[in-house]
């Protein structure tokens, strides 16, 4: 058995949260720090039959792998040269639904030492109770009737509905945080928790428990909104005979307002989209899109409701008819807006631990050296986009081109095939074209537009037209016949011979730079503002930029 062994245990029920990524990282770091000693374990929590789904444990897999987040043992997981996952010490399986047999076994002991029993209240009777709590200015804390007899509880189980609840035992529980000290919570705080639902699944807090100790798990990194949980799995460690983890509960991340990050975020941003444009406007637009299944009862019945939220798909497609860009808060958003996984990464490693100096730029290995539990913080850390972006468009400024390009080349190939399709071998020009400009991968189209344009499809600026072409009686016409012919004689047509002949054929007709360029720009995109001449010529080709300056002077002599 490893020395150390850290656990990510996600729940299946859409893609992974940029928090929950934070853990995995920190987990991942915590193993990583040990060497050969440590293990870095992934397990599917999908107890909850009707949320998990197959498809989003694949995409928490494909999220984790994609950030660089390799894990040892848990589901296995290929894709290219890349290989995750395995169970080399024999402890698997590693999805919950296929552990029944271990939660069984656990809830056997239970009983029968009579730490676990029965309880056969129905919704509407505990309903009752929290009213009568909320009546008296209480908390609602559910203890086991006084008088309860637990050997006819158990033979009522074989007929009856019922739910199996452990009986906390009346004492203090003291949790040791790693990050936070000593934590103790009053017996009078702790209620009888489920333990087994009536479905006969276990609830979060069991299996958590029994699978940890199975598992080997040494330490336990998870977010501080699951400290209340913490004391009573301390309370079921002891009373399984378990051992008990290292626990380090890492701070939240907020956005820079002081609310809390999540999912609830792109709801709310759509939302105030819907209500600004109306309803009926938005379903106009986004009705006819294939997989949007609502209705304008059910938009209204949303806008209504502050707890009710749309599906990721269907707030994709209000996204995009809207042309609305929702925050991102999922692993899948930042890839898909052309974050570069490294940078992502290097980012969260900042948000709740400190590497004891001033340098915030590092690679995953760096990282993995330095971590410590010691250096994480106790407060929320906040998230902010412009401080990620910064460090994304200084990455994309320094890659190597063609790094840039191969990368680039993927992101389309996945979120816009459009681009490789259309530039084919001119990727890595077309980057290097784009980059001065680009915070992100999906940046890199914008300043390209005219290449996907046809020759004969070109929409000419009015404004431009008048100050680079027509101005002077058609100085930038001549201008831009005389430079026609020059190009024509051109054999070397890469972006530095384009750039050199522009430049010599500047100076032997006495002009500026600006006098020759602007020209040559609107007639090949249609405004004054474009790539380098070099790259906009050498992107287009000699047959389109010479077609394309043939048309503009037609259509503007």
Same mark, same amino acid.
């Given at each position: 058995?490893?020395?150390?062994?850290?656990?990510?245990?996600?729940?299946?029920?859409?893609?992974?949260? &940029?928090?929950?990524?934070?853990?995995?990282?920190?987990?991942?770091?915590?193993?990583?720090?040990?060497?050969?000693?440590?293990?870095?374990?992934?397990?599917?929590?999908?107890?909850?039959?009707?949320?998990?789904?197959?498809?989003?444990?694949?995409?928490?897999?494909?999220?984790?792998?994609?950030?660089?987040?390799?894990?040892?043992?848990?589901?296995?997981?290929?894709?290219?040269?890349?290989?995750?996952?395995?169970?080399?010490? $024999? @402890?698997?399986?590693?999805?919950?639904?296929?552990? +029944?047999?271990?939660?069984?076994?656990?809830?056997?002991?239970?009983?029968?030492?009579?730490?676990?029993?029965?309880?056969?209240?129905?919704?509407?009777?505990?309903?009752?109770?929290?009213?009568?709590?909320?009546?008296?200015?209480?908390?609602? &804390?559910?203890?086991?009737?006084?008088?309860?007899?637990?050997?006819?509880?158990?033979?009522?189980?074989?007929?009856?509905?019922?739910?199996?609840?452990?009986?906390?035992?009346? +004492?203090?529980?003291?949790?040791?945080?790693?990050?936070?000290?000593? #934590?103790?919570?009053?017996?009078?705080?702790?209620?009888?928790?489920?333990?087994?639902?009536?479905?006969?699944?276990?609830?979060?807090?069991?299996? %958590? #428990?029994?699978?940890?100790?199975?598992?080997? %798990?040494?330490?336990?990194?998870?977010?501080?909104?699951?400290?209340?949980?913490?004391?009573?799995?301390?309370? =079921?460690?002891?009373? =399984?005979?378990?051992?008990?983890? #290292?626990?380090?509960?890492?701070?939240?991340?907020?956005?820079?307002?002081?609310?809390?990050?999540?999912?609830?975020? $792109?709801?709310?941003?759509?939302? $105030?989209?819907?209500?600004?444009?109306?309803?009926?406007?938005?379903?106009?637009?986004?009705?006819?899109?294939?997989?949007?299944?609502?209705?304008?009862?059910?938009?209204?019945?949303?806008?209504?409701?502050?707890?009710?939220?749309?599906?990721?798909?269907?707030?994709?497609?209000?996204?995009? %008819?809207?042309?609305?860009?929702?925050?991102? &808060?999922?692993?899948?958003?930042?890839?898909?807006?052309?974050?570069?996984?490294?940078?992502?990464?290097?980012?969260?490693?900042?948000?709740?631990?400190?590497?004891?100096?001033?340098?915030?730029?590092?690679?995953?290995?760096?990282?993995?050296?330095?971590?410590?539990?010691?250096?994480?913080?106790?407060?929320?850390?906040?998230?902010?986009?412009?401080?990620?972006?910064?460090?994304?468009?200084?990455?994309? +400024?320094?890659?190597?081109?063609?790094?840039?390009?191969?990368?680039?080349?993927?992101?389309?190939?996945?979120?816009?095939?459009?681009?490789?399709?259309?530039?084919?071998?001119?990727?890595?020009?077309?980057?290097?074209?784009?980059?001065?400009?680009?915070?992100?991968?999906?940046?890199?189209?914008?300043?390209?537009?005219?290449?996907?344009?046809?020759?004969?499809?070109?929409?000419?600026?009015?404004?431009?037209?008048?100050?680079? =072409?027509?101005?002077?009686?058609?100085?930038? =016409?001549?201008?831009?016949?005389?430079?026609? %012919?020059?190009?024509?004689?051109?054999?070397?047509?890469?972006?530095?011979?384009?750039?050199?002949?522009?430049?010599?054929?500047?100076?032997?007709?006495?002009?500026?730079?600006?006098?020759?360029? +602007?020209?040559?720009?609107?007639?090949?995109?249609?405004?004054? #503002?474009?790539?380098?001449?070099?790259?906009?010529?050498?992107?287009?080709?000699?047959?389109?930029?010479?077609?394309?300056?043939?048309?503009? @002077?037609?259509?503007?002599?």
């Amino acid at each position: 058995m490893s020395t150390m062994v850290t656990r990510f245990a996600p729940s299946p029920t859409g893609h992974l949260h &940029i928090g929950g990524a934070r853990t995995a990282l920190f987990c991942w770091a915590l193993a990583r720090d040990a060497g050969a000693n440590g293990t870095f374990l992934l397990r599917i929590e999908d107890t909850d039959l009707k949320r998990s789904s197959a498809s989003a444990a694949a995409g928490i897999l494909e999220d984790l792998a994609w950030l660089g987040i390799g894990w040892d043992e848990g589901p296995e997981f290929a894709d290219g040269s890349v290989t995750f996952g395995g169970d080399p010490r $024999k @402890v698997g399986p590693f999805h919950q639904s296929q552990r +029944q047999a271990f939660y069984d076994r656990a809830f056997q002991q239970l009983l029968a030492s009579g730490m676990a029993y029965p309880a056969f209240d129905t919704a509407d009777e505990l309903a009752a109770m929290r009213d009568r709590a909320r009546a008296d200015k209480r908390t609602f &804390i559910y203890r086991r009737p006084e008088g309860y007899d637990h050997a006819a509880a158990c033979a009522r189980m074989q007929t009856e509905e019922h739910v199996l609840r452990f009986a906390m035992p009346e +004492q203090a529980v003291v949790v040791h945080d790693a990050v936070l000290g000593a #934590v103790e919570f009053p017996f009078a705080e702790l209620d009888d928790l489920v333990i087994r639902k009536a479905d006969g699944m276990p609830t979060y807090h069991l299996a %958590v #428990v029994v699978d940890d100790e199975l598992m080997g %798990v040494t330490h336990v990194l998870r977010g501080q909104e699951h400290l209340n949980n913490t004391p009573r799995h301390v309370a =079921l460690q002891q009373a =399984l005979g378990y051992r008990t983890p #290292v626990f380090a509960h890492l701070p939240l991340i907020f956005n820079p307002d002081g609310s809390k990050m999540s999912k609830r975020d $792109k709801d709310k941003a759509a939302k $105030k989209a819907v209500k600004v444009v109306g309803v009926e406007s938005a379903l106009a637009s986004a009705g006819s899109v294939d997989g949007f299944s609502q209705t304008a009862d059910s938009l209204n019945a949303w806008l209504g409701d502050k707890t009710a939220q749309l599906g990721s798909d269907q707030l994709g497609v209000l996204a995009g %008819v809207l042309t609305l860009e929702l925050p991102e &808060i999922e692993v899948e958003d930042f890839r898909s807006a052309g974050y570069l996984p490294e940078v992502v990464c290097n980012y969260l490693a900042l948000l709740g631990w400190s590497k004891g100096d001033d340098i915030e730029r590092f690679d995953m290995d760096e990282f993995s050296r330095r971590f410590t539990l010691e250096r994480i913080g106790k407060t929320a850390a906040k998230f902010d986009r412009e401080k990620l972006q910064a460090f994304n468009f200084d990455t994309v +400024q320094h890659m190597d081109p063609a790094l840039l390009a191969e990368r680039w080349r993927a992101w389309c190939e996945r979120y816009d095939p459009q681009v490789p399709q259309v530039l084919g071998e001119r990727m890595a020009m077309a980057a290097e074209a784009a980059r001065q400009r680009a915070k992100t991968l999906r940046d890199l189209r914008a300043p390209l537009g005219f290449v996907f344009i046809a020759d004969d499809e070109i929409v000419y600026d009015d404004k431009a037209v008048a100050k680079n =072409l027509t101005k002077n009686e058609g100085e930038g =016409l001549c201008v831009l016949r005389d430079a026609a %012919v020059m190009l024509g004689g051109l054999a070397d047509w890469s972006p530095a011979s384009i750039e050199g002949a522009i430049n010599d054929f500047a100076e032997s007709q006495g002009l500026g730079m600006g006098k020759v360029a +602007q020209p040559i720009r609107v007639a090949l995109t249609g405004a004054a #503002v474009s790539p380098g001449l070099g790259h906009t010529l050498g992107l287009l080709g000699k047959t389109s930029t010479l077609a394309r300056i043939e048309r503009c @002077v037609k259509a503007h002599s």
